[in-house]
């Protein structure tokens, strides 16, 4: 066979930036490695072979112990919606710290409602979408949710997805669909699982559009077999996020949420990763599918980084709420509070979302045309800037590429790239940077990845 040649791929070269952090001076890498192995959780991952302290941020970028610089391509986890350090949040948050750190719902202040009634103007019209229980992350907003729709419905059983994830608490670890995220302990209570939209990898085997949607059917056949026939709830996210990007065909949650209401549910999107015109085409990663929830529940970038959750739903289900007390310490405190309303002004006024579809649109381009020329890519999938790349060791059978997802990792690392990855093999990297990154931003990941891509295959060909 004739040996297939490529063009060489362009150099990746970290665009320039006028952000220069302060020289750093506290301990260094090994100094904190060991700090952490003797008083931290043995339970804790770390997203490298070699682990990377990093110290600083501006913008898109990070900086590590030793003054190195890398393009955040992960947004720390889906967490840094405006950028790192963003000066307008600094200022806001020194001005509160300085004013009032703590106080409970027991007590009024006018930062949580301000922040409430912003969000609510930002659901789409006629959703009445507008009464929001605060917490202090995406676990806590979930459990809250299912709370929610158990205490307004009086049923109990819940549908959940397959290979989706909703939080590592005990309550969540039960909706959470991969066995990689559970403990051998009781959870899942009353939840049903069900076949994802992962076209890729098809759990029935079939090709859409001539599947006729057998994955969102499912949904019905589970409630008919595997519960009372009536539900509490089903929940979802828009597109997959620990589970490999996988964003399911444009009619699933049409069929899903239709399914769900005859049978007496209320259906919640979790927008934890992908909410905040994160995906380009819309403020809300449900908007994308033409549906609009009953709960809604939000996290990671919508404090850019501060641990802040929220479950927001209507009032005629938000007032089932008052037969118990309940109550969340920390939850509606004004630092939080400014934080999040300052992150969501700051994605209005320098017009992120738009970004997200302009620089989110060009950078899956380069990845497309990646694919073509590298036999390692499988799929490409995602909206604006929530994308995945799953990687295979062999296109027809696709065979999960474990190892060299870690390898690429750690070798896009030297070169400046910091990006994730997840799906139940680890084998799909996932790009979910700050939405301010810019096009040479895109240029410089796409051609990182190629100069990676090129190697790992030359190595194997």
Known sequence: ?????????????????????????????????????????????????????????????????TGRRYLDAFGGIVTISVGHAHDTIVERIRDQVGKLCHTTTLYVHPAAGQYAKALADHFPDGSDLKVTTFTNSGSEANEVAVLTARVATGRFD?????????????????????????????????????????????????????????????????????????????????????????????????IVYDIVRRHGG???????????????????????????????????????????????????????????????????????????????????????????????GHLRDRLLELQERHPLIGDVRGKGLILGVELVDDRVPKSPATAATADVLEMTKTRGLLLGKGGYDGNVLRITPPMCITRADADFLADCLDEVLTELESRNP
């Open 1 to 65: 066979m004739k040996p297939v040649t490529r063009p060489p791929p362009r150099r990746a070269e970290l665009p320039p930036t006028p952000h220069r952090p302060a020289p750093y001076d506290g301990p260094s890498r090994d100094q904190a490695l060991a700090l952490r192995r003797e008083y931290l959780t043995p339970a804790l991952l770390t997203l490298y072979r070699e682990p990377l302290c990093l110290v600083q941020g501006k913008m898109q970028y990070v900086w590590d112990d």
């Open 158 to 254: 819940v549908i959940a997805l397959r290979n989706g994830y909703h939080g590592g608490m005990h309550a969540t670890m039960g909706l959470t669909g991969q066995g990689t995220w559970k403990y051998p302990v009781p959870q899942g209570f009353g939840v049903h699982h069900v076949a994802p939209g992962y076209c890729y990898r098809c759990p029935f085997g079939l090709t859409y559009p001539s599947c006729d949607l057998r994955c969102a059917h499912d949904v019905a056949e589970q409630i008919r077999f595997g519960s009372p026939g009536e539900i509490a709830c089903f929940i979802g996210e828009p597109i997959q996020g620990v589970g490999g990007v996988v964003d399911p065909p444009p009619e699933y949650f049409k």
């Open 266 to 360: 209320l259906c919640i999107a979790d927008e934890v990763q992908t909410g905040w015109g994160r995906t380009g085409d819309h403020f809300w990663g449900f908007e994308n599918y033409g549906v609009v929830p009953d709960i809604v529940t939000l996290a990671k970038g919508m404090a850019n980084g501060a641990p802040l959750g929220a479950c927001t739903t209507r009032p005629d289900v938000a007032q089932h709420m008052t037969q118990r007390l309940h109550f969340n310490t920390f939850a509606g405190n004004p630092v939080s509070m400014i934080q999040g309303l300052t992150t969501l002004e700051i994605i209005d006024a320098e017009g992120l979302q738009e970004n997200a579809r302009r620089v989110g």
